[in-house]
């Protein structure tokens, strides 16, 4: 028993993880056997984490077997609404609340995240580390989890909008005029600067798509 739940935890954390970049598309379809397989771990805590991920609405059922969810038009629309507030208060709050460190960190994190423009598959991971760090910053337990569910359910889209041309220099830019606003302790800066970063992430996803219909 000691052991089942950090093993439970790595296959969560191994599954979501292969989703998030990409390796599970939506509709794919998740067999335990594979999975077990492909991160070494014994097929109780896969099949514990695939339930996990089933009750989180990040799998769903297709017949007897899960696959991977999808999000349609209706459903990103209200999880960016529901994210652009959430993160616009973290922002605030941050700005409120972080330590001088804190705000550091987060410089150091802008500057050496310019070194991964044109690589959107980096790029992402260290935008998802950005934006963590500024939950965290925002010293607000209630706000973290929420914002946790979010950007997990942000795994289920299929691209980054960090992948549309030019996207990786101007998101980067943006962080720059959130961290400013941080440190400057202007909350409302800082909160309507990240409403501005998820809003204009927002369109750059819709474009995206629009271009995928019309080149089927």
Do not use: C, W
């Not at 691209?159 to 606003?181: C, D, F, W, Y």
């Amino acid at each position: 028993m000691s052991q089942s739940r950090p093993n439970q935890k790595d296959a969560y954390s191994l599954i979501l993880e292969a989703i998030d970049v990409g390796i599970y598309k939506p509709n794919d379809r998740l067999v335990e056997s594979d999975l077990a397989e492909r991160f070494g771990v014994s097929r109780t805590p896969i099949r514990e984490a695939l339930q996990r991920l089933e009750t989180q609405s990040l799998l769903e059922r297709d017949g007897r077997s899960l696959i991977v969810a999808s999000l349609d038009h209706n459903q990103m629309a209200e999880l960016y609404v529901v994210r652009r507030e959430l993160e616009g208060l973290a922002a605030k709050l941050a700005a409120r609340h972080a330590t001088e460190e804190e705000i550091a960190v987060l410089r150091d994190m802008v500057s050496a995240d310019d070194a991964l423009v044109g690589d959107p598959i980096a790029l992402s991971k260290a935008n998802r580390r950005f934006h963590e760090q500024i939950h965290l910053a925002s010293h607000n337990r209630y706000l973290v989890q929420q914002l946790n569910l979010v950007h997990r359910t942000m795994a289920l889209m299929a691209t980054t909008s960090l992948a549309a041309k030019g996207r990786g220099e101007i998101a980067q830019g943006e962080h720059k005029t959130i961290v400013n606003a941080i440190e400057r302790r202007d909350e409302a800066a800082a909160g309507q600067a990240l409403n501005d970063h998820i809003s204009t992430a927002f369109m750059t996803r819709l474009k995206q798509d629009a271009g995928q219909r019309g080149g089927r």
